[in-house]
């Protein structure tokens, strides 16, 4: 009788640790789907161009992240990517580093539109080169004023400024956040 008792007691630990995690996780997701939203609705609000990609995208992905450095600079985020078609959410981290001038930190939002379902399937599995993508997206003139894919990827960033221009992705890895994607 009193093994079932402690053996019953350990079973509502157990599970109550885990309903607890859930729960965390489900509020990580709901978390990270509002700030993507809210950075889409703000994107299309300063660019009427990156509405008509976003319809035309296969699937897009938002990340908010922190970028910080002196003459070597590191920064991490999270974020979701999403299948249009389907619905499927990839909840995922970056992080980037790299070496220039500068000293400083930004906060900024990342905006990554995929004009095929191939393109968004090899980033969420981590077949992306991003320094490639980087200088295809950003072109000669800068992202904020164009209005089609480059290599089938169209990439924006924001900050709380506003639209940036260019966007430095290079050296920036992304993966899946596997507690998020259960």
Same mark, same amino acid.
């Given at each position: 009788?009193?093994?079932?008792?402690?053996?019953?007691?350990?079973?509502?630990?157990?599970?109550?640790?885990?309903?607890?995690?859930?729960?965390?996780?489900?509020?990580?997701?709901?978390?990270?789907?509002? /700030? !993507? *939203?809210?950075?889409?609705?703000?994107?299309?609000?300063?660019? +009427? #161009?990156?509405? =008509?990609?976003?319809?035309?995208?296969?699937?897009?992905?938002?990340?908010?992240?922190?970028?910080?450095?002196?003459?070597?600079?590191g920064g991490s985020g999270t974020?979701?990517?999403?299948?249009?078609?389907?619905?499927?959410?990839?909840?995922?981290?970056?992080?980037?580093?790299?070496?220039?001038?500068?000293? /400083? !930190? *930004?906060?900024?939002?990342?905006?990554?539109?995929?004009?095929? +379902? #191939?393109?968004? =399937?090899?980033?969420?599995?981590?077949?992306?080169?991003?320094?490639?993508?980087a200088q295809a997206a950003a072109?000669?003139?800068?992202?904020?004023?164009?209005?089609?894919?480059?290599?089938?990827?169209?990439?924006?960033?924001?900050?709380?400024?506003?639209?940036?221009?260019?966007?430095?992705?290079?050296?920036?890895?992304?993966?899946a956040i596997e507690e998020l994607?259960?």
């Open positions: 009788m009193q093994r079932s008792f402690v053996l019953a007691t350990v079973l509502m630990f157990v599970g109550g640790v885990a309903f607890a995690q859930g729960d965390r996780a489900a509020e990580r997701r709901q978390e990270i789907d509002a /700030g !993507a *939203q809210a950075t889409l609705d703000q994107l299309f609000k300063v660019n +009427a #161009s990156a509405k =008509e990609l976003y319809d035309r995208a296969a699937g897009y992905a938002v990340f908010t992240a922190t970028k910080a450095g002196f003459i070597v600079s974020g979701v990517a999403v299948n249009k078609a389907t619905g499927q959410r990839t909840y995922m981290r970056m992080g980037t580093g790299g070496i220039g001038l500068g000293i /400083g !930190a *930004q906060r900024y939002s990342m905006i990554i539109l995929f004009e095929s +379902a #191939s393109q968004l =399937e090899r980033f969420t599995q981590g077949g992306w080169d991003s320094s490639a993508t072109g000669q003139d800068g992202i904020a004023v164009r209005s089609s894919f480059i290599d089938g990827i169209a990439i924006f960033q924001l900050t709380d400024k506003g639209l940036m221009a260019h966007a430095d992705i290079s050296g920036t890895r992304f993966w994607n259960r």
